[in-house]
């Protein structure tokens, strides 16, 4: 099946897009020794994990559930990292994962032990206290007062005996000089300590696979701080692996007019694409312009009741109609992770497009998806 005859709404991921990421950071791999991992948060549809395994060294995870999807589907390294963990998960968190991130020394107290006596490898995540990320707060870990990581003047450098790596993550969305900048202000605060580490996880939030990044200075980054320091040197992107390699295809339910055009979609904003409205942004759509650009503009809404469940405005070279599909790009990353059935919605088709632009159907589902999360 082809994607225009697909039902919807139906996020699609295109293997060969993926493949495309997946190529330029085997590059990095290849020319600079460092290990790169999938973050899964971002992008967790596990049945192309065999696929991005060929490429990547495994999997990071922000919990037992991801910890336990990365062993389960892609079986290769498996890191955690959780700003505190339930004594009820840990068991089983040591005996899947084999690097695990404390955000704290009361956690590394508490846990430690545990991790050592199963033979599996601990980090600490540090916090560089240097913000590179301007008006939006809500993605930036070095904001004031922010949870994540431990500052230079709460390291306690006696407590490093069990301690065999850092870990810092800092950036969203960002080139590779935030990286380099963020990478001297680790050092000036960490460097000493860093002398003996085994490893040092640079985090995610790193923009490889846009064209125009970096790739030179943040192979420079990598194999500066791997022979300095004599390092393994972890990246764990999430987006990367993903960027612009997925769509969500909606069908247009009705049109209506109030102050302007509006269109009412099959796909909703708040439940198919939350960061839509938490980031916020406007998703690129296909053959479409920007409000008054083309000569027909609506405002494209989804079927919540939600008034603030609305997508943006967008035009078009002629008027909307019921049945019209229309396709949203950049919809891999940050999408089918956080969907949800508010006000009942249905959740969108997972679909894989192939190598030949085949689309096969991964996943539907339906009511007893809404129901079953409910009492
Ligand atoms: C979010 C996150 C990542 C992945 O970030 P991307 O922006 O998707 O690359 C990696 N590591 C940690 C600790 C994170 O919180």
Redesign the pocket.
Known sequence: MKMTDIATPAYVVDETLIERNLRILKEVIDETGCHILL?Q??FSMYSLYPLIGEYLHGT?A?GLYEAKLGYEEMGKENHI?SPAYKDSDFAEIVSICDHIVFNSFSQLARFGEQVVAAGKSIGL?INPEHSTQVGHEIYD?CAKGCRFGITAQHFDREALANVSGL?F?T???QDSDDLWTTILAVEERFGDVLYDMEWLNF????HITKPGYNLALLKKCITYMKQKYNLRIYL?????IAYEAGYLVTTVLDTTYNDGDIAILDTSASCHMPDVLEMPYRPPLQNSGEAGEKAHTYRLGGPTCLAGDVIGNYSFDAPLKPGDRLVFEDMA??SMVKNNTFNGMALPDLVIQDRDGNCHLQKRFGYEDFKGRLS
């Open positions: 973050a948060k971002a990071t922000s990292f995540r870990p870990h993550h950036l969203c969305e985090g995610g939030g790193h764990e992107p999430g987006e990367a990353i940050y």
